[in-house]
């Protein structure tokens, strides 16, 4: 059974950073492309950020370029999003996701994830 533990989340203000975790365990990990969403309170939850299964390509969607990254670990089976230049509007709860196909490159739906995490709370303050 596949299990995704994000953490990291927590209340900063604007113009800080935060770094959150996935951790993956219950198959192999470095096989699969993730992704990162988040879904703000009364809104869909919406595409943040993807990485390949080789971690060689990422994408971002525009309202976080420049301003966030993601990486992944395949040895400690973890992938990070690292969140720099924090603004209210980042406010949401985040999710990890692993798609579930072998050697996957970008996904951008969330159709296109077959495993969730149970999510981390970010709170950008003003």
């Known amino acids: 059974q596949v299990q995704l533990v994000e953490s990291g989340g927590g209340s900063v203000q604007a113009g800080g950073s935060l770094r959150l975790s996935c951790a993956a365990s219950?198959?192999?990990?470095?096989?699969?492309?993730m992704g990162w969403f988040r879904q703000a309170s009364g809104k869909e939850r919406e595409f943040v950020a993807a990485?390949?299964?080789?971690?060689?390509?990422?994408d971002f969607a525009d309202s976080v370029k420049g301003r966030f990254t993601i990486s992944r670990d395949n040895a400690k089976n973890t992938v990070y999003l690292q969140m720099n230049s924090l603004k209210p509007e980042d406010t949401a709860v985040y999710y990890c996701?692993?798609?579930?196909?072998?050697?996957?490159?970008?996904?951008?739906?969330?159709?296109?994830?077959?495993?969730w995490g149970q999510g981390t709370q970010v709170t950008v303050s003003s």
């Open positions: 990485i390949s299964w080789s971690g060689g390509h990422t």
């Open positions: 219950g198959r192999t990990f470095s096989s699969y492309a």
């Open positions: 996701a692993s798609n579930g196909i072998k050697y996957g490159d970008l996904y951008y739906g969330a159709n296109d994830y077959a495993y």
